[in-house]
């Protein structure tokens, strides 16, 4: 028995399935691309995740504060 795909996987497939597959002369393959594009990359969090780290870390130290 196969697992289930986890939101990742499953967000990965959906991908997959839409890039491949589809005939550029093909009516509803032209409708998708016009009416459902790519969703938007998510904002870097690396800046925020860093310096909270560092602060995470510094209070960790004994006599950090």
Do not use: I
Not at 11 to 33: F, H, I, Q, V, Y
Not at 42 to 49: A, E, I, T
């Amino acid at each position: 028995m196969k697992p289930r795909p986890t939101h990742e996987g499953a967000k990965r497939r959906a991908e997959r399935e839409r890039s491949t597959g589809l005939d550029p002369e093909d009516e509803a393959a032209r409708w998708l691309e016009e009416h459902d594009p790519p969703p938007a990359a998510p904002p870097s969090k690396s800046k925020l995740k860093s310096s909270e780290l560092h602060r995470w870390r510094r209070k960790q130290q004994p006599g950090g504060g």
